[in-house]
């Protein structure tokens, strides 16, 4: 739930701003043709293709991706290039394996990444569009895992969890290709400020069965130790242009 949440306080004031920025990009009609009429702005909807293209295409061993936005949204003038872009990726990866008889693990990861910034496009070529502009950043990530080991009357469990959260804002640059009129592929290249805070959680538990060496009844006895760490960092991170994304102008 909070993920719409943040979402929304980070893209209204966007979303405000550009909805009557397009209440004034109505469609105009073309001089001296009143029946045709022409939008003054275009769309651009993009979506990483790095997996798609490496089944089609092998390259042996690509470089790791390292870019979070998986969607990428931007609507530009048409008279100036000007305009604002989104973009937003959610991962989540969970894993489960029983390393023997005795040892259970699991592992549960999701990872959610917003930006939103204003940009503007021009052209090289009639084929190549570059862009330029800068971003805000919002990030989250989640790692929970758990260990149980089992024996015959004892029993020890861990569990980790650790969040990551991050603002940030930068500059980035894009190039892209004109396949056609409508299909583009293109890359970025991004130089983020991002300041991070980290907090991990680990608890500790053993489970055994002791003897009363008065009356030789046996009993459970369970002990737990938790442990909480907090931290923050600032870092200046360089995204290559390694990402590949498919853009669709409409």
Same mark, same amino acid.
């Given at each position: ?6 979402? +929304?306080?980070?893209? *209204?004031?966007?979303? *405000? ?42 390259? +042996? ?11 990428? #949204?931007?609507? @530009?003038?048409?008279?100036? +290039?000007?305009?604002? @872009? ?36 021009? #052209?090289?070529? $009639? ?5 330029? +502009?800068?971003? *805000?950043? #919002? ?10 080991? $089992? ?7 861990? !569990? ?5 959260? #991050? ?7 894009? *190039? ?11 890359? !970025?290249?991004?130089?983020?400020? $991002? ?5 991990? $959680? ?49």
């Amino acid at each position: 739930m909070r993920y719409p949440i943040i979402a +929304g306080f980070i893209l *209204l004031p966007v979303l *405000l701003s550009s909805a009557q920025r397009l209440q004034v990009l109505t469609y105009r009609k073309v001089p001296g043709d009143s029946t045709k009429e022409v939008k003054p702005y275009n769309q651009y909807f993009g979506i990483q293709a790095n997996q798609l293209i490496n089944q089609i295409f092998s390259f +042996g061993n690509p470089p790791a991706v390292n870019n979070p936005y998986l969607l990428t #949204y931007s609507v @530009n003038s048409l008279a100036t +290039g000007s305009g604002f @872009n989104a973009g937003v990726g959610y991962t989540v990866h969970s894993t489960h394996d029983q390393s023997d008889p005795n040892t259970e693990r699991s592992t549960d990861v999701s990872t959610f990444s917003i930006r939103v910034g204003l940009e503007k496009k021009a #052209y090289l070529s $009639k084929r190549w569009l570059v862009s330029y +502009g800068a971003d *805000l950043l #919002y990030g989250d990530e989640s790692n929970n895992s758990t260990t149980s080991t $089992k024996f015959q009357f004892n029993t020890n469990s861990s !569990e980790s969890k650790s969040s990551t959260n #991050y603002l940030g804002l930068g500059p980035r640059l894009t *190039l892209n290709y004109f396949f056609s009129d409508r299909l583009l592929l293109g890359t !970025e290249a991004t130089y983020y400020f $991002k300041s991070l805070k980290i907090d991990q $959680k680990l608890t500790i538990t053993q489970t055994f069965v002791t003897v009363d060496p008065n009356t030789g009844q046996q009993f459970t006895q369970t002990n737990t130790q938790t442990s909480d760490t907090s931290q923050k960092s600032k870092d200046f991170v360089f995204t290559a242009p390694v990402a590949i994304f498919l853009i669709f102008k409409f």
